[in-house]
T-cell receptor
């Protein structure tokens, strides 16, 4: 299978600060990446995606950066809110049948 | 509500038994994916079906099998259950290659 890993298993931030969650991937052929958010007791929820022909993509309060040279992906959350507390997964797609391979996740805790 | 429906939400069964998990994909989606999430683990890809046909297999045990029916709903069959099979089982659907997943809320399986 693919190897998608996360640098930090846990992250605590103060409410209102920015959060950065990092992810390393191993397959240089991967061309599509998604960040998912999973709250306790729920299924993963799509946050933002990026394709390999882009370096940066912005959504509402979230930005994903892709560095293909070092095979690194990051998720930036601006003005982190208590509702952002969750486990965040990066997922990598290598075009082989549209299977996504997920990292183990980073647990984000927002301190009020 | 993501549009992907999984039943049952919870299942408790004994070792050696067989269970069937059910998934109805989001309307219009032809692809169904099954993932297993064990405690403190990421999402492990099990199997992918597209329009009734098996598309790809991941880390799926021989004791496990799946199928997708003409109405596009899918079932994951787990047999000869072991304690280690206790996990969350997620189903996801997508419109096709190059599209992200929409996940259901999962089935929590506990084997005792």
């Amino acid at each position: 299978g693919e190897s998608v890993g996360l640098h930090l298993p846990t992250l605590s931030v103060q409410e209102g600060d920015n959060s950065i969650i990092n992810c390393a991937y191993s397959n240089s052929a991967s061309d599509y990446f998604i960040w998912y958010k999973q709250e306790s007791g729920k299924g993963p929820q799509f946050i933002i995606d990026i394709r390999s022909n882009m370096d940066k993509r912005q959504g509402q309060r979230v930005t994903v950066l892709l560095n293909k040279t070092v095979k690194h992906l990051s998720l930036q959350i601006a003005a982190t809110q208590p509702g952002d507390s969750a486990v965040y997964f990066c997922a990598e797609n290598t075009r082989t049948g549209n299977q996504f391979y997920f990292g183990t996740g980073t647990s984000l805790t927002v301190i009020p | 509500d993501s549009g992907v429906t999984q039943t049952p939400k919870h299942l408790i069964t004994a070792t050696g038994q067989r269970v069937t998990l059910r998934c109805s994909p989001r309307s219009g989606d032809l692809s169904v994916y099954w993932y297993q999430q064990s405690l403190d683990q990421g999402l492990q890809f099990l199997i992918h079906y597209y329009n009734g046909e098996e598309r790809a297999k991941g880390n799926i045990l021989e004791r496990f099998s799946a199928q997708q029916f003409p109405d596009l709903h899918s079932e994951l069959n787990l047999s000869s259950l072991e304690l280690g099979d206790s996990a969350l089982y997620f189903c996801a659907s997508s419109a096709g290659d190059g599209y992200g997943y929409t996940f259901g809320s999962g089935t929590r399986l506990t084997v005792v």
